[in-house]
C-alpha cells in the first residue's frame, strides 16, 4: 500500500495528494528454477555417481535467463558437469543441456530424461 501525504492549508478545503512510495511499472525479473521432477531426475544420476565416489558436491544457481546444476569432484574445482535449463532455447534446439568442464555441450535436448543419459555413461576425468 502507496503512502500518501495530503498538502494543502490547514481548513482542509483545497488540498492535494502526493503519492510518496510512486508503484514501480516494472516488475520483478521472474527467476529461472528447475521444477522439482527435474529436480529428482538430476539428483537420482547424482547420487549415482557419488556412490562410486566420482562426485562430492554439488552447486545450484537460478539466474533471470537459466537454471544450472553444477556437479564438482572437489569442492574448490571448477564444475565437472553443468545441467543447465534456460526456457528460450525451448522451441529451437531443447530447454535442457549438459556442458562439460570445457564448455562443451555434450547433450541437448527437449526432455530432460533423454540429456541425462550422457552422465550416466562412464566418463574419465584426470585430477590435477
Known amino acids: 500500500m502507496a503512502q500518501v501525504l495530503r498538502m494543502g492549508n490547514v481548513s482542509g478545503k483545497s488540498s492535494n495528494l502526493v503519492q510518496l512510495h510512486p508503484k514501480s511499472k516494472k516488475a520483478a525479473p521472474e527467476i529461472i528454477a528447475f521444477h522439482k521432477t527435474e529436480l529428482y531426475m538430476i539428483l537420482q544420476v547424482y547420487s549415482r555417481r557419488v556412490a562410486t565416489g566420482e562426485w562430492r558436491d ?60 550422457v552422465l550416466d555413461k562412464k566418463t574419465k576425468f584426470t585430477t590435477v
Open 58 to 117: 554439488y552447486a545450484i544457481d537460478m539466474l533471470t535467463d537459466r537454471a544450472v546444476f553444477s556437479i564438482f569432484h572437489r569442492t574448490s574445482d571448477r564444475p565437472l558437469f553443468t545441467v543447465e535449463k534456460n526456457p528460450k532455447l525451448a522451441k529451437k534446439q531443447g530447454a535442457f543441456s549438459v556442458v562439460n568442464a570445457t564448455g562443451q555441450i555434450l547433450k541437448r535436448g527437449h526432455e530432460l530424461k533423454n540429456v541425462l543419459k
